[in-house]
């Protein structure tokens, strides 16, 4: 059965870090990505990894602050959060694919094959 795990989400003061985990388990993926939602928001794209490791592409609101990685021997993508704003405040979902090819599709959700169920993210000012 595959499954995408999330942790590290919490609450924090602006200008704080936090580190997401998602542990993708039952195959492997081409690319992995993180999307958020906030309340009363649609969901959004924050950022993509192709599974060498780049290309990468991130949301503009998060370029600079955000930077996304994974270990393939963990099976295992990573988004670390630097400075923090409350506009970061939401539900962040990581999300999987197994498409063959890496293009701007990666900002849209139907690129992606699999979800996880989420894990919160508020940022307090």
């Known amino acids: 059965q595959v499954q995408l795990v999330e942790s590290g989400g919490g609450l924090v003061q602006a200008g704080d870090s936090l580190r997401l985990s998602c542990a993708a388990r039952g195959r492997t993926f081409s690319t992995m990505g993180w999307f958020r939602q906030a309340p009363g928001k649609e969901r959004e794209f924050v950022s993509a990894?192709?599974?060498?490791?780049?290309?990468?592409d991130y949301a503009d609101s998060v370029k600079g602050r955000f930077t996304i990685s994974r270990d393939n021997a963990k099976n295992t993508v990573y988004l670390q959060m630097n400075s923090l704003k409350p506009e970061d405040t939401a539900v962040y979902y990581c999300a999987a694919s197994i498409r063959t090819y890496y293009t701007g599709a990666v900002y849209t959700s139907p690129y992606y094959d699999y979800w996880g169920r989420g894990t919160q993210v508020t940022v307090s000012s």
């Open positions: 990894i192709w599974r060498s490791g780049s290309p990468t």
